[in-house]
């Protein structure tokens, strides 16, 4: 077989050969924006020479600071066909982690939306490094900042050569694109994507026993593009010649929902907290989703109620997906085996409200705290381990904290899971969330989700609070459905928990609270609510 | 991201770890056989085990002449992920192509079925390089052969041990398997498979815009498992843990129709006249397909008036394919656009019965005699010349052919295509069969196609016939239904034509005969038929 690269530009052609009438839709400033994949190749090729104007060499990092929207679409596939790396920034980091992550990655430009540049302009004192900044609006005039030197990249644009010729003479582990994650303690940790990983990816996102996307589907990503690379949708939309539509600046749950009915939105890709506001706005206004065959939900568990109401009340699957930004994302797809069908209809929700079967291409060991295999039983809890072509193998410039993170060539993910007879994982915690009461594990999400199926309750989320006696003992964070507020009684929960887990799995405390805060990405923040609730 | 290399091994752990219970289904010189793959992995380990004691070394060559069966899938992962490559014996060959193959390959032990040894028993003179004959037989015993050193399959496998710890130490580009295509003039050519294309273009045969191949289906192999490893289904269906029936020793028409109800087949994949043939027995028969989900058909350009007849009568789709012993196979798949499907129908049977979209992961060019870039319009004919990860880079040992058949880094497929504005390709003709009339070039494929859509016709062939004025003429040998045969004129068929073709295209002669010749793997042969009717 011939040597030849995966690489990114193979997905940029074929949008342009092949699918050169299909659509990109992108909620703007200013309404609805509308192009062609023709349309789009053209101002890629643009970009890739306003890149070279800008002094952008191959490897360069080149940051974005932006919503889900058509110009984003164009970074990701102008950069990293250009040779550069674009750097997906987080929206929501602090300001601190913001500068620390723009520096730790030496990004030599950053491209940002309008309303973003606040965001920038607050902490310009720390960005000595970045050479250029470009603003993206929907006008040619420039907004007022003080950055500098500033440009507007419809300017940009309008003055560059339609024709860009780019090269095939890339190593397929060139990294393509990064972002940085979180850590529980201390800086955000960064991940490079090569470009030989983002294909194969893709090429797992339209696998039938995974997303199955094709051609066919109209994509919304409401996941961001800058987390995990809108999970690497952006990518594989644009290969197999999918519509793209592009909810843009701050798109709250009624956007969201026009816009599914709006362009006939076949697939909605984003986390539990999104999909529970779908509901809870759909039992109000009733939508018309029928051009939905799937709500993909990652990013954190999606509650085995939720996937039910989805079914009954929306009409459409929740597709409950996990993966990580170590993992590109993909790593586990939620799918009932073909003679699951036969199931009762209970025990099919139990097994798809599971995170799934790892996808086709990657590997996976569950070992104990000694570091052996545990059994597929579904009750032994180990933690995750994951190698394969679109694993992470380090964090970038970090060998302090890669040399753990991925000792003997395996990704450890710190999620603490079980597998059953059939293969299907179901992520027990991560292993800081877990509780140890007793030296007994004690699995947060399980509570969580059994508590967030009680009619009173929105969301529900558990931490571990000390306790003398057992170390450690359950304490569930509620926050109660509009109408019910002021009514619910601890023992109304616990009842209710009563023969669904062992009895000393009941949580010593019931806290009622207005909101359960979100981290930057939309998981629950349980650090804050250690910080609160367990003074920790 | 990793360096992980793309191994088969990936393949058959995954079938063993989350489909235990999946079923092989495979037709025994004694009956239905049945397995899981759990039983399938076990023999699997075994079978490395007997490959070790028979002293097979990393990059040996070992060959199987075998029909669709369960040993012959138990070698197609055994001998690969132990290192060493399967070659696939066309057990159609002649017996002297057949000597030359294995001598050409120089297979250091032969896997043969049962019924297939008085194949080598004919030239074991000429074979002195194979060090064992292995028999494949549903018995212990060893049936009579002049073969030797000879062992019995079963036999090996019995006493052998149960586990195999099969490396992960082996460079993805590691030659996995090996065919050999038969050539228009001299010996036939050897394509080598690696562990990366068979493991990419497994990958394509699952994505929902190719055959979407997964767990759910239930595949049927017509074509051989010696014809690019029936298309490179038993390597996907493994990874995917879709059932598999493997129709054995001579499968004829009402077998195959049969094992597809039988076994509730989703998907089964042959050639255009297998499919010719199941359709003429299910006009007699009436066969209930209802578990069919498409009938793959590859090999040969599938005509409209098939198409159109499988979706009226038989009430599964065919799923037209394309592809080449040098492209593993899989290159264009024909499903419309989501846009076409508001076409007229008419329009929309135009469309499917070209042989499609370049599938995701390739690169093509079709270019004139002077190698330029030809027209999008769907009628400037040129060469299609592809690359990408699953094409092949050479013939084995065979530097000279290969020095053409790959100038410039590309496959030069030698078939003569349209491409229209779609992207959608044609195949026009094989170069070798296109007719040059009055320096004009007529596509025999278009004729044969619309000439079998006559109601009086079961099988049309088109070729060249020399002509002094116009240099080459088309001819068309027709095989007429059995009804109909002693009533049809030369003027039925051509005032058929009118209208349909330009007049030049309208063939000089009409050639009535019993049966169209067929090649080694089921395609019209078109060099007996000039043999015989052009004196050429």
Redo the contacts between chains.
Sequence with gaps: ????P?LLR?IL??AN???P?KEVVSRDYTGIHRYTYADYYRRVCRLANVLRELGVKKGDRVASLAWNNHRHLELYLAVPCYGAVLHTLNLRLFSEQLAYVINHAEDSVIFVDEDLLPLLDGIKEKLGGVRHFVVMTDRRELPATSLSPVHAYEELIASASDNFDFSRDLDE?TPAAMCYTTATTGDPKGV???H??LY?H???L????SL?????DTLLPIVPMFHVNAWGTPFACT???SKQVLPGSRPDIKVICDLIVEEKVSLAAGVPTVWMGLLALHRKARYDFSSVRGFVCGGSAAPKSLIQAFDKEVGAPILHAYGMTET?PLVFAS?P???MKDWPEDKIYDQIAKQG??V??L?MKVVDEEGRDVAWDGKQMGELLL???????EYYKDPERSMSAFAG?WLHTSDIVTVDE??FVNIADRSKDLIKSGGEWISSVDLENIIMSHPDVQEAAVIAIPDEKWMERPAACVVLQEDRRGQVEYEDITNFLQGKVAKWWLPDKIIVVDEIPKTSVGKFDKKMLRQRYAGG
């Design positions: 077989m011939m040597e030849y995966l193979s052609d074929r050969e092949l699918f009438q582990y490079i994507y090569t030989r990983g194969l893709s090429m797992c339209g696998m039938a026993d199955a996307l094709s051609e066919e290969w197999f010649g590109t799918k085996k073909s003679y079967l790892l086709p291409g590997e190698r394969g072509p679109w694993i992470a193998k060539g059939e293969g």
